[in-house]
Protein backbone atom coordinates (compact mmCIF):
# COMPACT_ATOMS: atom_id res chain seq x y z
CA UNK A 1 0.00 0.00 0.00
CA UNK A 2 2.71 2.50 1.10
CA UNK A 3 4.32 2.68 -2.96
CA UNK A 4 0.22 3.36 -4.01
CA UNK A 5 -0.03 5.60 -1.43
CA UNK A 6 3.04 7.72 -1.82
CA UNK A 7 2.45 7.68 -5.91
CA UNK A 8 -1.07 9.19 -5.12
CA UNK A 9 0.13 11.83 -2.83
CA UNK A 10 2.87 12.90 -5.70
CA UNK A 11 -0.01 12.75 -8.37
CA UNK A 12 -2.19 15.49 -6.68
CA UNK A 13 0.62 17.57 -5.13
CA UNK A 14 -0.16 16.31 -1.43
CA UNK A 15 2.20 17.38 1.40
CA UNK A 16 2.13 14.30 3.91
CA UNK A 17 4.49 11.56 4.65
CA UNK A 18 4.45 8.32 5.01
CA UNK A 19 6.08 5.75 7.74
CA UNK A 20 5.34 2.19 8.80
CA UNK A 21 5.13 1.33 12.74
CA UNK A 22 5.03 -0.56 15.13
CA UNK A 23 7.37 -3.96 15.86
CA UNK A 24 5.62 -6.10 12.69
CA UNK A 25 5.74 -3.08 10.68
CA UNK A 26 1.73 -3.62 9.68
CA UNK A 27 0.88 -0.09 10.87
CA UNK A 28 1.24 2.87 8.32
CA UNK A 29 1.08 6.12 9.25
CA UNK A 30 -0.02 9.41 7.14
CA UNK A 31 1.37 12.60 8.87
CA UNK A 32 -0.18 15.54 7.46
CA UNK A 33 0.35 19.57 7.99
CA UNK A 34 -3.22 20.64 9.07
CA UNK A 35 -5.19 23.35 8.33
CA UNK A 36 -6.18 24.47 11.88
CA UNK A 37 -4.41 23.35 15.08
CA UNK A 38 -6.51 22.41 18.35
CA UNK A 39 -4.81 22.12 21.40
CA UNK A 40 -2.44 19.30 20.19
CA UNK A 41 -4.18 16.35 21.54
CA UNK A 42 -5.47 14.82 18.48
CA UNK A 43 -2.75 14.58 16.49
CA UNK A 44 -2.51 15.34 12.61
CA UNK A 45 -1.78 11.34 11.77
CA UNK A 46 -3.81 8.92 10.51
CA UNK A 47 -2.80 5.20 11.34
CA UNK A 48 -3.58 2.63 8.99
CA UNK A 49 -3.52 -0.80 10.12
CA UNK A 50 -2.75 -3.95 8.14
CA UNK A 51 -2.28 -6.81 11.27
CA UNK A 52 -3.81 -10.12 10.49
CA UNK A 53 -5.61 -10.89 14.09
CA UNK A 54 -8.99 -9.20 13.47
CA UNK A 55 -11.41 -11.86 12.04
CA UNK A 56 -14.04 -9.10 10.39
CA UNK A 57 -16.82 -10.75 11.07
CA UNK A 58 -19.25 -9.99 11.43
CA UNK A 59 -19.51 -6.78 8.94
CA UNK A 60 -22.15 -5.68 6.90
CA UNK A 61 -22.20 -2.65 4.38
CA UNK A 62 -23.58 1.12 5.82
CA UNK A 63 -23.62 4.32 4.00
CA UNK A 64 -21.27 6.64 5.07
CA UNK A 65 -21.73 10.88 3.99
CA UNK A 66 -19.12 13.56 5.02
CA UNK A 67 -20.16 15.52 8.29
CA UNK A 68 -19.13 18.67 6.23
CA UNK A 69 -21.98 18.20 3.61
CA UNK A 70 -25.16 20.01 5.31
CA UNK A 71 -23.32 22.59 6.64
CA UNK A 72 -21.91 23.71 2.99
CA UNK A 73 -24.49 24.37 0.40
CA UNK A 74 -23.18 24.43 -3.47
CA UNK A 75 -20.52 21.42 -3.28
CA UNK A 76 -21.44 17.82 -3.14
CA UNK A 77 -19.61 15.92 -1.05
CA UNK A 78 -18.99 11.94 -2.42
CA UNK A 79 -20.66 8.90 -0.50
CA UNK A 80 -19.78 5.70 0.06
CA UNK A 81 -20.59 2.32 1.26
CA UNK A 82 -17.88 0.05 2.54
CA UNK A 83 -17.79 -2.98 4.07
CA UNK A 84 -17.44 -2.07 8.19
CA UNK A 85 -17.12 -4.08 11.01
CA UNK A 86 -21.11 -4.77 12.82
CA UNK A 87 -21.55 -1.89 15.47
CA UNK A 88 -22.56 -5.10 17.72
CA UNK A 89 -19.20 -6.72 17.49
CA UNK A 90 -17.31 -3.40 18.24
CA UNK A 91 -19.52 -3.19 21.26
CA UNK A 92 -18.28 -5.78 22.68
CA UNK A 93 -14.37 -4.87 21.31
CA UNK A 94 -14.61 -1.76 23.15
CA UNK A 95 -16.24 -3.34 26.36
CA UNK A 96 -13.43 -5.58 26.72
CA UNK A 97 -11.01 -2.13 26.13
CA UNK A 98 -13.12 -0.81 29.01
CA UNK A 99 -12.59 -4.24 30.99
CA UNK A 100 -8.73 -4.01 30.60
CA UNK A 101 -8.14 -0.96 31.41
CA UNK A 102 -10.43 -1.21 34.92
CA UNK A 103 -8.09 -4.14 35.63
CA UNK A 104 -4.89 -2.80 35.10
CA UNK A 105 -5.59 0.98 35.88
CA UNK A 106 -3.55 2.47 33.32
CA UNK A 107 -4.70 4.33 30.26
CA UNK A 108 -3.16 2.37 27.29
CA UNK A 109 -2.73 5.04 24.40
CA UNK A 110 -3.80 8.57 23.48
CA UNK A 111 -7.93 9.25 23.54
CA UNK A 112 -8.96 6.18 25.53
CA UNK A 113 -11.79 7.44 26.72
CA UNK A 114 -13.28 7.21 23.21
CA UNK A 115 -14.55 3.76 24.09
CA UNK A 116 -16.83 4.91 26.93
CA UNK A 117 -17.72 7.73 24.88
CA UNK A 118 -18.60 4.89 21.87
CA UNK A 119 -20.41 2.46 24.68
CA UNK A 120 -22.81 5.09 25.81
CA UNK A 121 -23.64 6.44 22.56
CA UNK A 122 -23.68 2.65 21.56
CA UNK A 123 -26.26 2.17 24.42
CA UNK A 124 -28.61 5.30 23.75
CA UNK A 125 -28.64 3.91 19.48
CA UNK A 126 -29.57 0.67 20.88
CA UNK A 127 -26.61 -1.33 19.54
CA UNK A 128 -25.31 -2.20 23.10
CA UNK A 129 -29.14 -4.31 23.83
CA UNK A 130 -28.45 -5.75 20.70
CA UNK A 131 -25.14 -6.39 21.32
CA UNK A 132 -25.53 -8.10 24.49
CA UNK A 133 -28.12 -10.54 23.45
CA UNK A 134 -25.87 -12.00 21.20
CA UNK A 135 -24.18 -13.96 23.55
CA UNK A 136 -22.52 -16.43 20.91
CA UNK A 137 -21.25 -12.70 19.76
CA UNK A 138 -19.73 -12.15 22.95
CA UNK A 139 -18.03 -15.59 23.34
CA UNK A 140 -16.66 -15.59 19.99
CA UNK A 141 -14.61 -12.05 20.82
CA UNK A 142 -13.68 -13.48 24.27
CA UNK A 143 -12.32 -16.18 23.06
CA UNK A 144 -10.45 -14.49 20.31
CA UNK A 145 -9.56 -12.00 22.76
CA UNK A 146 -7.72 -14.53 24.57
CA UNK A 147 -5.80 -16.42 21.47
CA UNK A 148 -4.54 -12.66 20.12
CA UNK A 149 -4.50 -10.00 23.34
CA UNK A 150 -4.05 -12.01 26.32
CA UNK A 151 -3.46 -9.38 28.81
CA UNK A 152 -2.65 -9.49 32.42
CA UNK A 153 -4.44 -7.42 35.30
CA UNK A 154 -2.18 -4.63 37.75
CA UNK A 155 -1.39 -7.95 40.01
CA UNK A 156 -0.10 -9.78 36.94
CA UNK A 157 -3.01 -11.98 36.98
CA UNK A 158 -4.44 -13.19 33.42
CA UNK A 159 -7.22 -11.56 32.30
CA UNK A 160 -10.08 -13.96 31.87
CA UNK A 161 -11.98 -12.69 28.73
CA UNK A 162 -14.80 -15.55 28.95
CA UNK A 163 -15.41 -14.44 32.84
CA UNK A 164 -16.35 -10.99 31.42
CA UNK A 165 -18.60 -11.66 29.31
CA UNK A 166 -20.35 -13.79 31.54
CA UNK A 167 -21.08 -11.96 35.06
CA UNK A 168 -17.43 -10.39 35.82
CA UNK A 169 -17.24 -7.82 33.04
CA UNK A 170 -15.99 -4.37 34.56
CA UNK A 171 -16.62 -0.80 32.50
CA UNK A 172 -16.07 1.67 35.52
CA UNK A 173 -12.32 2.08 36.97
CA UNK A 174 -11.63 2.58 40.62
CA UNK A 175 -9.72 5.34 42.11
CA UNK A 176 -7.22 7.48 40.85
CA UNK A 177 -7.92 5.38 37.55
CA UNK A 178 -11.64 7.01 37.17
CA UNK A 179 -9.85 10.23 37.36
CA UNK A 180 -7.18 9.93 34.64
CA UNK A 181 -10.06 8.83 32.70
CA UNK A 182 -12.28 11.52 32.82
CA UNK A 183 -9.27 14.12 32.53
CA UNK A 184 -8.66 12.37 28.94
CA UNK A 185 -12.16 12.82 28.16
CA UNK A 186 -11.97 16.64 29.20
CA UNK A 187 -8.96 17.17 26.81
CA UNK A 188 -10.89 15.65 24.10
CA UNK A 189 -13.37 18.25 25.05
CA UNK A 190 -11.48 21.09 25.09
CA UNK A 191 -9.42 19.68 21.38
CA UNK A 192 -12.76 20.14 19.94
CA UNK A 193 -13.34 16.31 18.70
CA UNK A 194 -16.67 16.25 19.86
CA UNK A 195 -18.44 19.53 18.91
CA UNK A 196 -21.84 18.46 18.10
CA UNK A 197 -22.50 16.03 21.05
CA UNK A 198 -20.83 16.57 24.02
CA UNK A 199 -22.20 14.61 27.07
CA UNK A 200 -20.77 15.07 30.49
CA UNK A 201 -18.34 12.47 31.92
CA UNK A 202 -20.95 11.60 34.51
CA UNK A 203 -23.45 11.36 32.01
CA UNK A 204 -21.52 8.66 30.12
CA UNK A 205 -19.88 6.86 33.55
CA UNK A 206 -23.25 6.90 34.34
CA UNK A 207 -24.60 5.20 31.12
CA UNK A 208 -21.52 2.31 31.36
CA UNK A 209 -22.49 1.74 35.04
CA UNK A 210 -25.76 0.49 33.84
CA UNK A 211 -24.46 -1.43 30.76
CA UNK A 212 -22.01 -3.31 33.16
CA UNK A 213 -24.94 -3.93 35.55
CA UNK A 214 -26.84 -5.77 32.38
CA UNK A 215 -23.84 -7.21 31.11
CA UNK A 216 -23.23 -9.05 34.29
CA UNK A 217 -27.17 -10.06 34.78
Known amino acids: MRPI????????????????????????????????FGTGYAASTIQLEFGGRATGEPHQRHAVACD?????????????????????????????????????GRLRSERYSRHWYDLAAMANSGHAQAAIDDLALARSVAKHKSMFFA???????PIDYEAAVGTEIQLIPDGSALNVLEKDYTAMLEDGLLVTHQPSFADIISTCAELESLINR
Open 151 to 157: EKDAERN
Open 68 to 104: MAPAIHGIEFPTARPLVMAAERTFWEKAMAAHVYCRQ
Open 5 to 36: LLSALQRDGLEANLSLASNEKEKLMLLYEPIK
